[in-house]
């Protein structure tokens, strides 16, 4: 796979809008432009709200909120680099129809929010759920996504806490543009924050039977950040570099000695991104590697009951914690069903 990267020209983003008259640039706009976007749509009157979505953990919490009332179309094929994904021409199709756009932000889908922008209906709403609920002081810039590459990190929704805020937005995204479906929307989502209140308390419930010196991850894709700054965790390094090629000799020596020197058990790779590195650091370092994680590639396939966002980051903690050497059974024991019927649609 060689993935076009835009470099320049496609990431000038800077909140400035497109009406042009904002200076842009500055913290505070960034968010609450990217908020006023969300609530930019004209409201529909008759027929069925049509929903994009870009990656699949997204679309899996829109089609929990909508159920039957609208139509949910992911964008973003799962199993494919979402960091590089162009979308093809079928895409456009797509958002030509869609009333709303959902996408995370924090400039994870630039070539497909550009693709948004020139062919969404007239009155549409492009609501980027992540650019619009974390203030900008809040962003992780780390090893594959250093600051000046201008590309935060990007994975809000690995932490639930984050994932509930997205939720809560989506609704209130959803309940103005589709008034006739609001009382749906509401009890919907009502019902589905009490599980991601849930998966929160499993996590962390998780996370506190391992030893502190434990709680340290090293990852193939950095896709964690966010998670490990809300349940105390520490990020010891990612073995992807931002260019999404691989790591240097000279990188893998280093991050060799990191993990011998940190003491984990486990280091953890990506079932997205397969890669030699993590055995070789592995075994170097003399540590178990996992290769399996998935940041936006749900388990299993459409209609199966553990391809959710839910199913999708209790397998992921699931995983570190029992690696680790620590008691992932408070969530074993969660209850990840969907709190309506998955009608969405996932290409894969
Ligand atoms: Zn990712």
New binding site residues.
């Given amino acids: 796979m060689l993935p076009i990267l835009l470099l320049g020209a496609a990431c000038s983003s800077d909140g400035t809008s497109s009406d042009g008259t904002d200076s842009g640039g500055s913290a505070t706009d960034v968010q609450s432009e990217a908020k006023d976007a969300c609530f930019a749509g004209t409201p529909i009157t008759d027929g069925r709200l049509s929903i994009a979505s870009t990656v699949a953990p997204i679309t899996s919490i829109l089609a929990n909120i909508v159920g039957d009332a609208a139509d949910v179309i992911g964008l973003v094929p799962e199993g494919t680099?979402?960091?590089t994904f162009e979308p093809p021409p079928s895409v456009a199709t797509v958002l030509a129809k869609a009333n709303v756009v959902f996408a995370n932000g924090l400039i994870?889908e630039e070539p497909t929010k550009d693709l948004a922008e020139s062919n969404q209906p007239e009155g549409g709403a492009l609501c980027e759920l992540g650019t619009a609920i974390l203030p900008v002081d809040q962003y992780v810039y780390d090893f594959s996504f250093p600051e000046e590459g201008g590309k935060p990190n990007?994975?809000l929704w690995t932490d639930p806490t984050l994932a509930k805020q997205y939720t809560e937005l989506a609704r209130d995204v959803l309940v103005r543009m589709d008034p006739a479906n609001a009382a749906t929307y509401e009890s919907n989502a009502a019902a589905y924050v009490v599980k991601v209140d849930e998966l929160d308390a499993a996590v962390r419930a998780a996370s506190d039977t391992l030893a502190a010196d434990q709680r340290q991850l090293l990852t193939y894709?950095?896709?964690y950040a966010y998670f490990a700054r809300t349940y105390g965790w520490t990020v010891i390094g990612a073995i992807q570099p931002s260019s999404f090629d691989e790591p240097t000799p000279r990188e893998v020596a280093d991050l060799i000695s990191q993990v011998k020197e940190s003491n984990v058990k486990a280091i953890f790779g990506?079932e997205?991104f397969p890669s030699s590195v993590l055995e070789t650091i592995g075994k170097e370092a003399g540590v178990q590697y996992v290769d399996v994680l998935r940041?936006?590639d749900l388990p299993g396939e459409p209609g199966d009951p553990e391809h959710s966002f839910l199913g999708l980051m209790r397998f992921d903690y699931v995983t570190m914690v029992e690696a680790l050497g620590g008691d992932a059974s408070a969530l074993t024991a969660l209850d990840v069903t969907d709190v309506t019927t998955d009608k969405a649609e996932y290409p894969q």
């Fill in positions: 680099n979402s960091h994870l990007p994975h894709h950095d896709a990506s997205v940041d936006d």
